[in-house]
Nanobody, 125 residues
Framework: QVQLVESGGGSVQAGGSLRLSCRVS????????MGWFRQAPGKEREGVAS???????SYADSVKGRFTISKDNAKNTLYLQMNSLKPEDTAMYYC???????????????????WGQGTQVTVSS
């Protein structure tokens, strides 16, 4: 059974930083396509950043230059470093994974099979 557990969310002021973690069990992330998604109240879930099994990455335009996705295969953990946070970054952040190579670095939530429960990020102005 593949399980994803996010951590690292919290409340910060605008301009601050947070690092989200996603610990994966039941599968090795080195062979997975991984992504971070977020959903703000009243809005649809959107892709934030993704990384494929070869380490290639993709970012939403809204976070380019501020967020960095990375993974530690030895720890089986995915990360999202978020800098220069803005109030509009406030959302529940979800980690997602899929073992199918064709998913690549997709930012489409429908391409991912496994999901975590989410961690809340709140950015105040």
């Amino acid at each position: 059974q593949v399980q994803l557990v996010e951590s690292g969310g919290g409340s910060v002021q605008a301009g601050g930083s947070l690092r989200l973690s996603c610990r994966v069990s039941g599968n090795t992330i080195s062979s997975n396509c991984m992504g971070w998604f977020r959903q703000a109240p009243g809005k649809e879930r959107e892709g934030v950043a993704s990384i494929d099994s070869d380490g290639r990455t993709s970012y939403a335009d809204s976070v380019k230059g501020r967020f960095t996705i990375s993974k530690d295969n030895a720890k089986n953990t995915l990360y999202l470093q978020m800098n220069s946070l803005k109030p509009e970054d406030t959302a529940m952040y979800y980690c997602a994974a899929d073992y199918r190579r064709w998913v690549g670095y997709s930012l489409s939530q429908s391409d991912y099979h496994y999901w975590g429960q989410g961690t809340q990020v709140t950015v105040s102005s």
